[in-house]
Every structure is written in C-alpha cells, then in structure tokens.
C-alpha cells in the first residue's frame, strides 16, 4: 500500500507541473490500454503522456486498474511531407505502469515502459491522433516482457494563466 500511495503521488506531481504550464490534451487511446489519454507539455519537445484504464466484470466481481505515465521527446523535423498541413512528429521516451487486479485478492503490479510512435497533430483544428508501441517489463510481483500497441486521439485546450493577466 506504501508504494502505491508514493506511486500516486510521483504521478500527481508530475500532472500537477504540466497543467501549470497551460497547454493539455485529453482524449481517448485504444488497444494496449483501452481508456483515457492525456498529454501536457513540459518544455519545447518534452512531454508527459498518460493513460488511465479501469473496469468492472460484473459476472465475476472483479475491478481492474491500470495507470501509466510516460516522460516523451518529439521530433519534428523527421518527417516533413509538404501535401500535409499539420505537423508529423516521431517520438520515444521513457515510463512507469502500475495495473491492480481485485477479485477476492488485491494484485498489484508495477513495471517500466520504453514508448516509440509517430503522432499527426491537425494544423486547423485542435485535434491530433497518435500511434505508439512500447516494450514493457513487469518488475513486480513477477519479471514478464510483452509489447504494448496502442492508437488513439487527443483534443488540446488551452488554459489561461491568470498570474500573466
């Protein structure tokens, strides 16, 4: 429970910094997890992405967590395509991912995500889609490997800073 809680809190911290900086996206993302998406950016072409999973088997009883974060560097210059008006970045980085199956046990399980993908980002609209893959090793309770697909989209809002008004 202890790791959990410094686990959330790490994870706050870092979502806490990034709405201070105005600029947010939330959204949806399919596949390896399934659920919510949001994305803020720190610095220039640093980012943090992430996405947060739960559901309910009502036949079973059983709940499922899942949560993870991700810090990201993109890279805008890669791909350059002069047919489309937005923008093309690739990017890689770094994460953590904590997941919880409770039925009549609680299992918590903790691993490190290493992300790669290519996000298309709308020039007219506030809008972007993404495709990612990330390795990821399970550290705890067990060691596992598995690969981890996922695509999705974003809307990005703008907050105004009252502090600069």
Same mark, same amino acid.
């Given at each position: 429970?202890?790791?959990?809680?410094?686990? $959330?809190?790490?994870?706050?911290?870092?979502?806490?910094?990034?709405?201070?900086?105005?600029?947010?996206?939330?959204?949806?993302?399919?596949?390896? %997890?399934?659920?919510? @998406?949001?994305?803020?950016?720190?610095?220039?072409?640093?980012?943090? #992405? @992430?996405?947060?999973?739960? #559901?309910?088997?009502?036949?079973?009883?059983?709940?499922?967590?899942?949560?993870?974060?991700?810090?990201?560097?993109?890279?805008?210059?890669?791909?350059?395509?002069?047919?489309?008006?937005?923008? $093309?970045?690739?990017?890689?980085?770094?994460?953590?991912?904590?997941?919880?199956? #409770?039925?009549? #046990?609680?299992?918590?399980?903790?691993?490190?995500?290493?992300?790669?993908?290519?996000?298309?980002?709308?020039?007219?609209?506030?809008? @972007?889609?993404?495709?990612? $893959?990330? %390795?990821?090793?399970?550290?705890?309770?067990?060691? @596992?490997?598995?690969?981890? %697909?996922?695509?999705?989209?974003?809307?990005?809002? $703008?907050?105004?800073?009252?502090?600069?008004?």
């Amino acid at each position: 429970m202890k790791k959990t809680i410094i686990f $959330l809190i790490t994870i706050l911290l870092f979502i806490e910094k990034s709405f201070a900086l105005n600029k947010y996206g939330v959204g949806i993302i399919l596949g390896n %997890p399934i659920g919510l @998406s949001f994305e803020s950016n720190i610095v220039n072409n640093k980012k943090i #992405a @992430s996405s947060l999973e739960f #559901a309910t088997n009502f036949n079973t009883a059983e709940k499922y967590f899942y949560f993870h974060t991700d810090y990201l560097m993109k890279y805008y210059e890669y791909i350059q395509k002069k047919d489309l008006t937005g923008m $093309l970045p690739i990017f890689y980085g770094f994460g953590i991912k904590y997941e919880t199956y #409770a039925k009549n #046990a609680t299992q918590n399980i903790f691993g490190i995500r290493i992300v790669f993908g290519v996000e298309y980002i709308f020039n007219e609209i506030p809008f @972007s889609i993404f495709s990612m $893959l990330a %390795p990821v090793i399970d550290i705890s309770p067990e060691v @596992s490997l598995y690969l981890s %697909p996922s695509f999705g989209v974003r809307y990005f809002f $703008l907050i105004f800073n009252t502090k600069n008004y």
